[in-house]
């Protein structure tokens, strides 16, 4: 079941919202004015964007898994658009609230709001593969240098070294390139000052 | 005019909704003073076809849910098809999903920050490009392009304090030196530490947005600070003939406000129109910018009414979308596409005599536009004198 929290007044919209979210199966809490932290597990937020809150900073809808946010809107003027596209609403539900029209808005919304959250995630998972490809490069140039070796020979050392060792090739691409950067102190100081030899 | 079609010969009943009490009375009353003298004018004249026109008056005292309760009465159990009215957007806001709902008819003779269409909407007060614009164009072009910005804690200020911002900033060397918010009830001291911060920020013009009683509040605030308007004036589009009669003549002599209307126009339908209202209800209103929306919107709709079938939306709006009526402050058209009226951007300066004179006045009506989708500063058309 939907845990939806309603950030809204007590009037003809807030019951409203609330009375066609239960009757299309969400549990339902209200608060208002707004609470600064939402109760534990919701899943949807839908907040009525009114012109005393836009000064408001709501710190849930900046975490990582943010809930689903829906924004109620009374005016259209830049002032509340511009608080709504901060709140990264994912869909907008105008007032006067009407039934109709809000099952599509919280299916929409909850379908954006989790293909973004996959996609940073995806993002995030590719970056990092990068940056481990990148190491990868850079461990294989100074096994090469160092130890006089082929490229391919470069990369077997680190894949049998992360095969012995039970850790991925880029944890041993970032261990080697870091040793070099140790013992090539004092050549060129790679490591700050003060910072703890690991 | 009048047809033979078949129809009721009684009276004409209309809603009329303003805040005689609270803290936008000063304004909700001459709005209802402006409205009801219009009605006499129209019944005087025979009413319209030889119907009177009704006013059904609740006096909403500046509380929001109150517009919206009475909104639903005169509807539902006074049976009106349309109501003249509101003054704070949040009043407007208020009323509109009312209005809707039933579709029925709003007149709204009040400035506001535009950004709003409602198909159920007649919207006689100035939209931002008229009275914004203009404003922003002479304080900077006469002042310097230092603002800093006072408002009252509702969602009118934050729009207009953005607009006139973002108007400020397109000059060169501008800065936003401050955005300062008052409760709607704010007293002389939520003014005294603006007025410090003001002292030490030395802005080139103070752009107010308070509304209401706090208005006199801020502008005495203002003088008791010594600052002098001639260097540092404040400029507003609220602040009209009725404010400065609350805070009086001395404290607002030197200050700027930007409107469609002035008590001082020199045109013949302007001063008919205020002799009759002081034949009507004496020396105790105080005309204004939204006193003349409300008393030309009533005109606009008799006249549409002798055109119409009956007072529903359906068959009256047809005849007030793009009609025309000789206000005191010129001619006047109501915008087919938008709903919202084309008026005659205009900048006082209020005088000691509690009056403003009138320094710039543009020749031509400027055409509404509420979503500000042209808004760039130059587009003024007509100066009157330029005697600074």
């Excluded at chain 1, 090469?144 to 470069?154: F, H, K, P, Y």
């Excluded at chain 2, 639903?72 to 704070?88: A, P, S």
């Excluded at chain 2, 600052?227 to 009725?242: G, N, Q, R, V, Y």
């Amino acid at each position: 079941m939907l845990r939806v929290a309603v950030l809204h007044p007590d009037d003809a919209d807030g019951r409203q919202l609330t009375q066609q979210l239960q009757r299309i199966g969400c549990q339902v809490q209200a608060f208002w004015p707004p609470v600064p932290t939402l109760p534990e597990g919701t899943d949807v937020v839908f907040l009525a964007v009114q012109p005393e809150i836009t000064q408001l900073e709501f710190e849930w809808s900046k975490s990582e898994n943010a809930p689903t946010c829906i924004a109620v809107v009374t005016y259209e003027n830049p002032t509340i658009v511009e608080t709504v596209l901060r709140l990264k609403a994912k869909a907008v539900l105008p007032a006067p609230v009407r039934s109709f029209g809000l099952l599509s808005a919280l299916v929409i919304a909850r379908t954006v709001n989790s293909e973004i959250q996959s996609q940073s995630r995806r993002v995030r998972k590719l970056e990092s593969k990068l940056a481990g490809a990148r190491q990868i490069v850079e461990a294989k140039n100074i096994l090469m240098r160092t130890r006089n070796v082929s490229e391919g020979q470069a990369y077997d050392l680190i894949r049998d070294q992360a095969m012995s060792k039970r850790v991925t090739t880029e944890d041993i691409a970032g261990a080697i390139i870091n040793a070099n950067e140790i013992l090539s102190m004092g050549v060129v100081s790679a490591v700050p000052k003060g910072e703890d030899l690991p | 005019m009048a047809r033979t079609t078949e129809r009721s010969k009684g009276p004409i009943r209309v809603g009329v909704l303003f805040s005689e009490t609270g803290v936008t009375s000063t304004i909700g009353r001459s709005q209802l003073q402006g409205t009801l003298l219009a009605i006499d004018e129209i019944n005087e004249a025979g009413g319209v076809d030889g119907r009177e026109i009704l006013p059904i008056t609740f006096d909403a005292q500046s509380s929001p849910p109150r517009y919206a309760a009475l909104a639903e009465h005169l509807i539902t159990r006074e049976k009106v098809n349309v109501i003249f009215g509101c003054y704070m957007s949040s009043s407007r806001k208020a009323v509109l999903p009312v209005i809707e709902k039933w579709n029925k008819l709003l007149f709204y003779p009040t400035l506001y920050e535009g950004f709003e269409f409602s198909n159920n909407i007649i919207y006689t007060g100035a939209a931002p490009n008229q009275n914004s614009v203009q404003l922003a164009e002479f304080m900077t072009a006469n002042f310097g392009s230092r603002v800093y910005l006072i408002g009252s804690d509702y969602i009118y200020p934050y729009e207009s304090n953005r607009i006139m911002g973002d108007l400020v900033l397109q000059r060169p060397g501008s800065e936003k030196l401050a955005e300062r918010y008052v409760p709607l009830d704010a007293g002389p001291a939520d003014f005294d530490t603006i007025m410090r911060d003001i002292r030490t920020q030395q802005p080139n013009f103070i752009f107010s947005t308070v509304v209401g009683d706090s208005t006199a509040m801020l502008y005495s605030a203002y003088a008791q600070a010594g600052f002098d308007p001639k260097t540092m004036p404040i400029a507003s589009l609220t602040t009209s003939e009725a404010e400065i009669s609350q805070m009086g003549w001395d404290v607002a002599a030197g200050h700027y406000t930007s409107a469609p209307y002035f008590q001082s126009l020199d045109s013949e339908n302007n001063r008919g129109a205020l002799a009759r209202l002081r034949r009507r209800f004496g020396n105790e209103c105080v005309p204004n910018l939204c006193w003349e929306a409300a008393y030309f919107q009533m005109h606009m709709f008799a006249n549409a009414m002798r055109h119409s079938e009956g007072d529903e939306i359906a068959q009256i709006m047809p005849q007030l979308l793009g009609s025309e009526f000789e206000a005191p402050q010129g001619r006047v058209r109501i915008d087919a596409s938008n709903h919202h009226t084309c008026l005659y951007p205009r900048i006082g300066r209020a005088e000691a005599t509690g009056q403003f004179k009138i320094v710039r006045e543009a020749r031509r009506p400027v055409h509404p536009d509420p979503y500000m989708v042209t808004h760039s500063l130059g587009d003024w058309t007509a100066k009157l004198e330029e005697q600074l």
